[in-house]
């Protein structure tokens, strides 16, 4: 009459692989994630500084030492740097893509400045190394 059934038979237990697996997976992608913000807010390992930008007179299609000093002194200094020596060339070109490189101190650490210049009314770009 009545045939005697089997029980219903336990649901296989599943290892831990997957979880185990996902939790790697989101240790690594956090670890990624906190690597590329520490490259960007340090910069691309002190190949590099800071961009500045200022504006100096040009006089005869050129800059005297002195007035690229105190416009290099003034974009450090609206930045929060404190210069403490800067020594530029006496007399640098002033004209589109046309470069000029400053050394000094800065903060209490050597500092050089390529200056490059936009333009020929004086507008530069210092990049900071």
Avoid at 3 to 31: D, R
Wanted: hydrophobic share 45%.
């Amino acid at each position: 009459m009545w045939a005697q059934q089997q029980p219903f038979a336990p649901a296989p237990k599943g290892g831990n692989g997957l979880t185990i697996t996902a939790i790697v997976l989101s240790g690594i992608a956090l670890l990624s994630v906190l690597a590329m913000a520490a490259f960007i807010f340090f910069g691309s390992g002190g190949s590099g500084g800071w961009v500045l930008s200022g504006k100096v007179t040009v006089v005869d299609k050129g800059v005297a030492d002195i007035a690229l000093q105190d416009a290099l002194t003034s974009a450090i200094e609206d930045d929060g740097g404190s210069v403490d020596h800067l020594e530029c060339p006496l007399r640098s070109p002033a004209g589109q893509g046309l470069v000029t490189v400053c050394h000094g101190s800065v903060d209490g650490w050597d500092w050089t400045g390529v200056v490059v210049f936009e333009d020929d009314t004086g507008t530069f770009i210092v990049t900071e190394h």
